[in-house]
């Protein structure tokens, strides 16, 4: 019973949802106010769970003396600071909190994103190495589509801002279309699997 | 100099991260699990403010709305998942924000599948047109493992394939130049804002 009146719930209200779609009603629509009123008091709780799976892998490491566990030292002590400062200080514009987010989360963040250009140019490379002809058809669309979104690619010939515009509207988009289906039925498909039960792994292991 | 500290701060941190280009090191673990720190510890605030007190504290407390401690007991199960005896109670929060997908299905058939294919459907009126259904269609017959991609059948599938490749050249494009401009942001940054050395 621990796994089937779970699995009766999504099931009923999951199919209700599938009704509320198709009938407007005033009872469907009230029945999907009250969902998302639901829905809302649920969710802050959820960041609990990732609060406590945080401090417990890194309260083990830290624990268990494991190599390199100096730096969950630093990842406990980071959340407890900025989260202690937001709660104290509040989160306005000048306060520690967005002191914390405007000089260290956010030049982070962007760095390790920029950090990826490095990684992406070292890919093209290898891709390039393959020698194979979809790679090398990849790697020149890539190519046209970069030139033409910078002046440098209009200074060396006006046909590569048309040619990378005529890459995004034809080719590009009948990827995109093609893949937008698919991903739309994959996802139908997956919905399906967890309303008629055949998909379980949300449930978790045990009884 | 509050400012300066602030920038030498951010600096310390962007040339922390960087390091990891040379190889693996202290300074870069130190920044990696800095930035997973400071962004959870980001959230909680924001999720307190945002969520919390508008959604639970607010209607219980100020409203009266008594009903809304179900949900917010309902939630309180999440953190059962790591007990043993009582993890199974943490399902039932799970499935009812999972039940959700009960809506996902008519909206993604919707505006995937039937938006797509109406746009799809469109007169033939020029080579682009045609061009862009060849590539819809053969990307699609592309992703049919139903039947070996053999004989003309793998010719028309391998057409799908080239039209692929230039669709995730042009996506390979875009995301290098907004990961590059990322860094021309870092660069400015340090040679800007941090040293003053262009202006």
Redesign the interface.
Known sequence: M??QI??I??IT??????A???IPHKISVDFFDW?Q??????????????????F?VHGTKIKRKVP?WQ??V??????????FA??VWG?QSGTP?M???????M????????????Y??SA?YKAFRARSA??T??????????LG??PLGAMISKWIPETST????????????????????G??A???K??LGIERT???G?? | MFETISNFVAAFLTLSIFSFLYKDNPFYKFAEALLVGISMGYAIPLVYENVFMPYVYTPIFLNHKFIIIIPALLGSLYMLRFSKNLGWLSRYPIVFGMSIVGMSIPLSIHSSVLVQMRSAMLPIDGINSALIFIGTVTILLYFFFSKAHKGIYGKVTNVGIWFMMIGFGASFGYTVMARVSLLIGRIQFLLGDWLGLIK
């Open positions: 621990k796994r779970p699995l719930i999504i209200l999951g199919f209700m949802f599938v509320h779609s198709f969902f009123d639901w829905a809302k008091a649920i969710s802050p709780f959820a960041v609990s769970l990732g609060i406590m799976s945080l417990m390199n730096y969950s630093v990842t406990l002590a980071g959340l407890v600071f900025t989260a937001g709660f989160t909190y002191w914390l987010f405007e000089n260290v989360q030049p982070m963040s962007a760095t390790m994103f920029a950090l990826l250009a490095f992406i140019a093209a979809e790679a058809v990849l790697l020149v669309a890539a190519i046209i589509v970069m979104q910078v005529w890459i995004l509207n034809v080719p590009n988009l009948a990827a995109k279309r093609a893949i937008m289906i698919g991903v739309g039925l996802i139908t997956t919905s399906l967890i309303l949300y449930l978790g045990g009884d």
